[in-house]
């Protein structure tokens, strides 16, 4: 699977963004996806996984109550609803895609598929 994220830009604190994460193949809904993000000097960090039937969703705490991950089998597309930004969500934000079964999706090892990444800054 290929993945294209998009959606990212300059936005003041407070404000809100929406992420799209496109997806070619004809299997999209045998992964598992997720969104991580990248600070500068930071290490890659989980932001929010969706189970292949969309029933199960996590979040990181940082992010819980703000973002919101969806999906659309028939667009082949994965949301990331975030609102209430704050200058801390500032980062590169990446989809990725695991066909693993049983493993701990916040951990990006566990990841087969990456896109290239959006910009997200948020300004005071």
């Known amino acids: 699977v290929q993945l294209q994220a998009s959606g990212g830009g300059l936005v003041q604190a407070g404000g809100s963004l929406r992420l799209s994460c496109a997806a070619s193949?004809?299997?999209?809904?045998?992964?598992?996806m997720a969104w991580f993000r990248q600070a500068p000097g930071k290490e890659r960090e989980f932001v929010a996984s969706?189970?292949?039937?969309?029933?199960?969703?996590y979040y990181s705490d940082s992010v819980k109550g703000r973002f919101t991950i969806s999906k659309d089998k028939a667009e082949k597309t994965v949301y990331l609803q975030m609102n209430s930004l704050k200058l801390e969500d500032s980062a590169v934000y990446s989809c990725?895609?695991?066909?693993?079964?049983?493993?701990?999706?916040?951990?990006?090892?566990?990841?087969?598929?990456w896109g290239q990444g959006t910009q997200v800054t948020v300004s005071s």
């Open positions: 969706i189970s292949r039937s969309s029933i199960i969703l």
């Open positions: 193949g004809r299997t999209f809904s045998s992964y598992h």
């Open positions: 990725a895609a695991t066909s693993n079964w049983h493993i701990d999706y916040d951990q990006s090892s566990n990841y087969d598929y």
